[in-house]
């Protein structure tokens, strides 16, 4: 994957002034409190556009610190709407909408598959077969 600044600078979405990612530290504090090794992109992500993004995600939960508490709110909705489902424990949430509508990846790998559930769905769906197609996609809807 092209990097993640030069993604989103030659599409448009945001300008090296636009873009304010995460220390080393902060990441690793992030990863504390989850208790999982996020992959590289995802690192790779926070440490450049983690903070801010230009105009990627202006409608969604994707950014610091707006991802913190995504997981237990995600948690919590899956015990609410589909108690038989329960998101596997190397799962990160790291993207949500309006309370009812979660992203999220497993920790394994460099460039996991991301999956996306709704409260009504009865089983995660598959949304994109790596975190860096995932943020391509975001990158290429995202209206300049």
């Given at each position: 994957m092209t990097g993640?600044?030069?993604?989103?600078?030659?599409?448009?979405?945001?300008?090296?002034?636009?873009?304010?990612?995460?220390s080393p530290q902060e990441i690793g504090a992030f990863e504390a409190r989850t208790g999982l090794a996020f992959p590289g992109i995802y690192r790779d992500f926070l440490s450049v556009a983690g903070r801010s993004?230009?105009?990627?995600a202006l409608d969604i939960d994707l950014l610091y610190p707006d991802v913190v508490g995504l997981q237990e709110r995600a948690i919590a909705l899956i015990a609410e709407c589909k108690p038989a489902?329960?998101?596997?424990?190397?799962a990160l949430v790291f993207g949500g909408y309006q309370g009812y509508q979660y992203t999220f990846f497993q920790c394994v790998g460099d460039d996991p598959p991301v999956f996306r559930f709704f409260d009504d769905d009865e089983d995660p769906t598959l949304t994109s077969e790596s975190l860096s197609a995932f943020f391509r996609y975001m990158v290429a809807t995202t209206p300049r």
């Open positions: 993640i600044r030069d993604l989103l600078v030659a599409s448009g979405v945001a300008t090296d002034a636009d873009l304010f990612g995460l993004a230009g105009r990627l489902y329960e998101l596997p424990a190397d």
